[in-house]
């Protein structure tokens, strides 16, 4: 039997006195090829970010993760590997998943305060695999995922409320 890939995660958007730590499950394919996080241009995460902290979000990528960190805003996925036909959660292989390393982030990032996790793979694989329970709060907010139905317009109120209650 042949299995998928085995896919490797990207290195965190962060800077050392990031306060907030947005969390996705696993690059898509396209955001693996570009190594971008969220890469698929239908993904809203650019669009939502550059509506709350006024940016262009076709803007160079150096320059949106840039603004992030300026906002004290790190980005991440909880899995450091895993296995995966497409870029949909649901074809994860469960016995694939690898999760990143919490604890050393945690460690290296002191100030984070709060995890918003984008969507609910992230936060089910998070709880189900992180070996850390951090001192901070948690919350599950609306993917940014085109896969995700809910319109544009909800998905920024909800972000936008959560992103600009973090400052």
Avoid at 69 to 76: L, T
């Amino acid at each position: 039997m042949s299995r998928s890939p085995l896919l490797h995660g990207l290195a965190p958007i962060a800077s050392p006195d990031a306060q907030t730590l947005i969390l996705g499950n696993m690059p898509s394919v396209l955001s693996l090829a570009a190594d971008q996080y969220y890469g698929n241009p239908r993904n809203a995460f650019w669009r939502i970010a550059g509506e709350v902290f006024g940016f262009d979000a076709d803007a160079p990528y150096s320059w949106r993760t840039e603004v992030l960190r300026g906002h004290r805003i790190a980005v991440w996925d909880v899995l450091r590997q895993c296995r995966r036909i497409g870029s949909l959660d649901a074809a994860v292989e469960p016995d694939s998943m690898a999760a990143n390393d919490f604890s050393g982030f945690f460690a290296t990032h002191p100030d984070i305060e709060r995890v918003y996790f984008n969507g609910a793979a992230a936060e089910r694989n998070y709880r189900r695999l992180a070996t850390i329970d951090a001192p901070v709060s948690y919350r599950r907010l609306p993917s940014t995922s085109p896969a995700q139905t809910m319109p544009f317009a909800q998905k920024l109120a909800v972000w936008r409320a959560a992103l600009l209650d973090a400052r």
